[in-house]
């Protein structure tokens, strides 16, 4: 896709960080935006600053780990603008700490709100845009996570891992009908964006159990200090909108943001094909 004007995005977990510079830059571009959000404050952030953008957009309430919702953002964004031309599907969370310590309720929170979301916004926007038989494109934002793995964070890995091969499966099938669909999934590295602070703005229905001694844990605190920390000091957010729609100009399918976790991606693959055992002493 070359021309954005007029056209219509759709955004999820557009009120904050990566979303959020991907929302500007549609707008920036022309495009009519639609973000979905369960962050009540950050939307209304947003519509302050989209109104004094003079932007054409709407935003929506919506937990992206309920199909219903996602369906409702769908219904918002045709009962407005008829139809959609680009789907950011991008809300995630991030959950650190040792599987085998992890309460389950984190387990299903990471898995609905970073992988059942994502198939969530295909299984509801590719029907839409294959009716509207126009050039498409979906955005799925997994990370570099999904493409290398690590010791710090194993349901993370999981839920980008799934993202990446869900991504490149439905590509190969949209390419097979000839759909006018374009698919990308964004892999960046750490990012200065909100993400830190995902636990305040959890669904209900995986709210934390403080009585859980796992949240009086040493694992607990350490990871959300990593976390912390490998936010705060990742890459500025500025040039992230502008990467990202460049790479649905030149319909590239891997959009990477950091050179230099390629050698970690290489030793991976290389470890694959050479049959060889993957050792923590890398990262040492
Ligand atoms: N920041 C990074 O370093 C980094 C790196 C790689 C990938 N990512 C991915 O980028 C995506 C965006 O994250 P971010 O870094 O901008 O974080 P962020 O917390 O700043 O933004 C995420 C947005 O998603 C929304 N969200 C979370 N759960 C939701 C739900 N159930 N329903 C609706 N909205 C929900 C949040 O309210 C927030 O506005 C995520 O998928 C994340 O995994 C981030």
Request: proline share 5%.
């Amino acid at each position: 896709m070359k021309e954005f004007k007029d056209k219509v995005a759709v955004v999820t977990g557009g009120a904050n960080g990566i979303g959020h510079a991907l929302a500007q830059e549609a707008i920036k571009r022309g495009m009519k935006v639609v973000i979905g959000d369960i962050d009540r404050n950050g939307l209304e952030r947003i519509e302050k600053e989209f109104k004094e953008m003079d932007a054409d957009f709407m935003v929506s309430y919506i937990d992206v780990t309920e199909y219903s919702d996602m369906e409702k953002l769908a219904k918002n964004t045709l009962d407005r603008y008829g139809r959609v031309d680009i789907l950011f599907n991008n809300a995630g969370v991030v959950v650190p700490g040792p599987i085998w310590d992890l309460p389950l309720n984190e387990i299903n929170y990471i898995m609905y709100s970073n992988l059942f979301s994502i198939v969530y916004g295909l299984k509801v926007f590719i029907p839409i845009m294959e009716r509207q038989d126009t050039d498409c494109h979906i955005v799925n934002t997994a990370s570099v996570a999904g493409l290398l793995s690590s010791p710090g964070m194993p349901t993370y890995h999981m839920t980008k891992f799934g993202n990446v091969g869900l991504s490149e499966a439905v590509n190969f099938q949209l390419q097979e009908r000839g759909s006018k669909i374009k698919i990308s999934v964004f892999c960046p590295g750490f990012i200065q964006t909100d993400l830190h602070h995902c636990d305040e703005r959890r669904p209900e229905k995986f709210k934390i159990d403080w009585n859980d001694p796992y949240y009086q844990s040493d694992e607990y605190k350490e990871g959300l200090k990593r976390a912390h920390y490998v936010i705060t000091t990742g890459m500025p957010i500025d040039s992230i909108g502008m990467s990202v729609f460049q790479a649905i100009e030149d319909e590239q399918f891997y959009i990477l943001t950091h050179p230099q976790y390629l050698p970690v991606i290489e030793w991976r693959t290389k470890n694959i094909l050479e049959g060889k055992n993957p050792d923590i002493s890398f990262f040492k």
